[in-house]
């Protein structure tokens, strides 16, 4: 069974950076998709960042330029690096690796292997 856990949230001004950390245990199979998502009180879960299983990394819009993912295979670890965050980027962040062949941004609730969740809060 896969599991994951984050790491390396925390409360920052805005303009910080903050890198978050997912450490993969268990994994068996090629994911389909992987990546991180996130969720601000009273709001829907919300792709951030996914690498699909071409390797093709997408973002969200409002974080591209700003964020970027990464991969260490030797550490069964990937990254997300924020930089210049926003109060709009604070929220609890999940990441999530998916074996089947589904719309991982729009159909995430399909997804299979989460991490615990991360706080990252942005005050301005």
């Known amino acids: 069974q896969v599991q994951l856990a984050e790491s390396g949230g925390g409360s920052v001004q805005a303009g910080d950076s903050l890198r978050l950390s997912c450490v993969i245990s268990g994994l068996t199979y090629r994911p389909y998709c992987m990546g991180w998502f996130r969720q601000a009180p009273g709001k829907w879960r919300e792709g951030v960042a996914l690498?699909?299983?071409?390797?093709?990394?997408t973002f969200e819009p409002s974080v591209k330029g700003r964020f970027t993912i990464s991969q260490d295979t030797a550490k069964n670890t990937f990254y997300l690096q924020m930089n210049r965050l926003e109060p709009d980027d604070s929220g609890v962040y999940y990441c999530?690796?998916?074996?089947?062949?589904?719309?991982?941004?729009?159909?995430?609730?399909?997804?299979?292997?989460w991490g615990q969740g991360t706080q990252v809060t942005v005050s301005s």
């Open positions: 999530a690796i998916e074996s089947k062949a589904i719309n991982c941004w729009d159909e995430w609730y399909k997804i299979g292997a």
């Open positions: 690498v699909d299983s071409n390797g093709i990394t």
